[in-house]
């Protein structure tokens, strides 16, 4: 990576905000930085390039119990690959979607999707853990050539957080910023 890739470097936040519907109490579960993937660089390029025939826009946000380590009571590390070489949620099936209802361009270098869970979504066979999260651009057939061409996705950015446990009484709210 030379000087140009670092000034250049892709930033990100993303918050976790759950809401208990019966109680009316709101809270931020989790909140930090994210890992931004080699397929949001390329899709930039793309994008400031011009080329809008390509460009791939952000449509929803996945979710999966593949961030916290159980057995040692931890957060993993948010890298963009897992020991295979590929992001966990490329290969993973997701366990819940939330699509993208809004965004906001709060100045002309940042933009913040928001993703709602509703109440009756996510909840598995009662309640569901959720530890890892991914900002999706439409196309999700993408090659991704770091992993050797071993998956397809659109996976722009990527999280792993703090298990929050989603039921029928929780709607989850996920705010995440992509700074340039």
Same mark, same amino acid.
């Given at each position: 990576?030379?000087?140009?890739?670092?000034?250049?470097?892709?930033?990100?936040?993303?918050?976790?905000?759950?809401?208990?519907?019966?109680?009316?109490?709101?809270?931020?579960?989790?909140?930090?930085?994210?890992?931004?993937?080699?397929?949001?660089?390329?899709?930039?390029?793309?994008?400031?390039?011009?080329?809008?025939?390509?460009?791939?826009?952000?449509?929803?946000?996945?979710?999966?119990?593949?961030?916290?380590? #159980?057995?040692?009571?931890?957060?993993?590390?948010?890298?963009?690959?897992?020991?295979?070489?590929?992001?966990?949620?490329?290969?993973?099936?997701?366990?819940g979607v939330?699509?993208?209802?809004?965004?906001?361009?709060?100045?002309?270098?940042?933009?913040?999707?928001?993703?709602?869970?509703?109440?009756?979504?996510?909840?598995?066979?009662?309640?569901?853990?959720?530890?890892?999260?991914?900002? #999706?651009?439409?196309?999700?057939?993408?090659?991704?050539?770091?992993?050797?061409?071993?998956?397809?996705s659109g996976l722009f950015?990527?999280?792993?957080?703090?298990?929050?446990?989603?039921?029928?009484?929780?709607?989850?709210?996920?705010?995440?910023?992509?700074?340039?």
């Amino acid at each position: 990576m030379d000087n140009l890739d670092k000034f250049y470097a892709f930033k990100g936040h993303f918050q976790v905000v759950v809401k208990d519907v019966v109680s009316g109490k709101e809270w931020i579960h989790f909140e930090d930085h994210n890992t931004i993937t080699y397929i949001a660089k390329r899709d930039a390029v793309r994008m400031f390039g011009g080329d809008n025939t390509t460009l791939r826009y952000i449509q929803k946000m996945k979710f999966t119990d593949q961030g916290y380590d #159980y057995a040692n009571s931890g957060v993993y590390p948010t890298t963009e690959t897992s020991d295979l070489g590929v992001p966990l949620l490329y290969t993973a099936s997701s366990l819940g979607v939330a699509y993208v209802d809004d965004y906001t361009v709060t100045n002309t270098s940042k933009v913040t999707f928001t993703a709602i869970m509703l109440t009756s979504q996510g909840n598995g066979s009662g309640s569901q853990n959720y530890s890892q999260a991914g900002l #999706y651009t439409v196309d999700e057939t993408l090659l991704n050539p770091p992993a050797n061409d071993m998956a397809t996705s659109g996976l722009f950015a990527i999280k792993n957080f703090a298990p929050v446990i989603k039921n029928a009484n929780l709607q989850l709210t996920f705010n995440w910023s992509i700074i340039v």
